[in-house]
């Protein structure tokens, strides 16, 4: 038996016959950090072991008997079974574990600022844990402090019920409802390795629960390297509307298939249509399908369908087709991505606090002023009872008595008629012409530069659509 383990032994004796917690001082030498600690990154130590050499440990370690092998430990037995091979050894090398020495399970920032500090012993309280038990306590201390992120607390509960702890459990030991549990595990999920970094960038559960809005894995794995930034929000608007135009694209494909046939040689053929998911309508079976041969050609982004020539046709050159197809699509995106752009800056807009518009009360006021020399201004009641998440304006409930039950707050009210003001003019306009030409909106410009001011972030795109650096917008050598 260690000298350690003697005066531990010693200790236990001592305090066994008065019932007393058994608190013993431990080289910091014999103490190991526990494999599965949920806490990953301990942080800088170097505040906590300033304090801890100046006033010592405050608080006690909570330890258990034995420790995991050091991957050195396990190196020399590794060296020493080749050398002389034995069952012994064998056996510890597969048990991965030794008697000697102590696992942290409370206290491991102390415990590495204590090495920091140089100390060489610190008080200790040495328990008897089942493995589920550990990961259990080490779990709640963490999440008690919040010293766990999102990616650690999902670890720690998998683990959990890894040792047999159903989500009922969990919860009940955790703390937390059983939804939340389910949430969190269903994390696991995610690319692990992303999930990590996006975890430390400071993400919130809310924001992966919006991922859940996305359908396909590898999108939500794509997106994981954007959340927690400014531009989380905008791509994440843009996955969805990819997968509602896939989907889109699969009805116009299924219905083609019905009544054509694939080629990749269209030359000798008619073109009649093209599909895709920004546009183009409803597709129809021909009335002629049954007598006329048609064929459908696809690409990535849409697919086209074709016919044999009767006699009396000519011939003709599809290229203007295609181009107005690629017109037709590039509008569409561009609607799209001002669509985007608008519901962004309305979702920031309508929850604005009282204290944001009071502290910027002078620059609302003097926007307002520039509004009021547009003489286009036209406000819709319907417009009033969304803003105040009233859906049910079917009542009749007179637009006085709206603008009555904001007048107390003249402040607030300010704010209320801006927002009506630029959402009705500008959720088609931006930064475009009727033919998807770059145009300057001077209006829309003022109004994202108060919106930056209140701690509105633009996205990446949005700041493309602003100064014409778009893809979307047509070049000078394309009119």
């Known amino acids: ?19 007393r917690e058994t608190l013993v001082y431990l080289p910091v030498s014999e103490l190991f950090p526990h494999p599965d600690n949920p806490r990953k990154n301990l942080g800088d130590l170097t505040e906590l072991a300033d304090s801890i050499k100046a006033k010592g440990i405050m608080q006690n370690l909570t330890v258990v008997r ?12 590794s060296k020493a079974y080749d050398e002389n091979p034995s069952e012994e050894l064998r056996r510890q090398m597969n048990a991965k574990k030794r008697e000697d020495g102590y696992t942290v399970i409370i206290g491991h920032r102390r415990c590495a600022a204590a090495k920091l500090a140089g ?9 008897e844990m089942s493995a589920q038990e550990q990961i259990g306590t080490m779990l709640l201390e963490n999440m008690q402090r919040s010293d766990l992120t999102l990616y650690e607390q999902a670890q720690g509960l998998q683990m959990m019920m890894d040792f047999g702890d159903s989500i009922e459990q969990v919860a009940e030991k955790s703390g937390l409802s059983q939804s939340t549990v389910r949430r969190r595990v269903k994390l696991l999920e ?3 390795e992303k999930f990590k970094k996006s975890a430390e960038r400071g993400a919130t559960l809310a924001d ?3 991922l859940d809005k996305v359908k396909d894995q ?21 996955a969805i509307d990819t997968e509602k135009r896939a989907e889109k694209f699969a009805q116009y494909l299924a219905v083609i298939q019905s009544f054509a046939t694939e080629t990749s040689d269209v030359s000798g053929l008619k073109y009649i249509a093209a599909y895709n998911g920004y546009c183009c309508g409803e597709v129809k079976v021909p009335e002629d399908a049954d007598t006329v041969k048609y064929f459908y050609n696809k690409s990535s982004n849409y697919v086209s369908v074709y016919r044999e020539y009767t006699d009396e046709e000519n011939k003709r050159d599809d290229e203007s087709e295609k181009k107005k197809l690629e017109e037709r ?11 985007r752009a608008y519901d962004l800056r309305w979702e920031f807009a309508r929850n604005v606090s009282e204290s944001t518009v009071k502290k910027y009360l002078t620059e609302i006021v003097a926007f307002w002023m520039y509004l009021e020399g547009d003489d286009s201004r036209y406000i819709d009641e319907s417009d009033v009872y969304d803003i105040l998440d009233l859906n049910d304006y079917e009542e009749e409930l007179a637009y006085d008595q709206v603008l009555d039950a904001v007048a107390f707050d003249p402040m607030r009210k300010l704010w209320l008629m801006v927002l009506l003001y630029m959402n009705d003019n500008n959720k088609k306009g931006y930064f475009t012409s009727y033919d998807g030409e770059y145009k300057t909106n001077e209006r829309l410009s003022a109004y994202y530069d108060l919106l930056i001011k209140m701690g509105y972030a633009m996205s990446d795109e949005e700041k493309q659509m602003r100064d014409g650096t778009h893809s979307l917008f047509v070049k000078e050598e394309q009119l």
Not at 329 to 339: G, I, S
């Open 119 to 127: 100390l060489t012993e610190v008080p200790c309280v040495i328990v």
């Open 66 to 77: 034995g420790h995991s092998l050091t991957h050195d430990e396990w190196k020399a037995l």
């Open 1 to 19: 038996m260690s000298k350690t383990m003697e005066m531990v032994e010693r200790a236990l004796e001592e305090f066994a016959d008065d019932g």
């Open 329 to 339: 699509e590039r509008m569409a995106k561009l609607e799209e991505a001002r669509e």
């Open 190 to 192: 995610l690319d692990a």
């Open 218 to 238: 590898k999108t939500r794995d794509g997106l994981l390297t954007v959340i927690g930034t400014d531009n989380f929000k905008y791509q994440l608007r843009q």
């Open 208 to 210: 992966y629960m919006e």
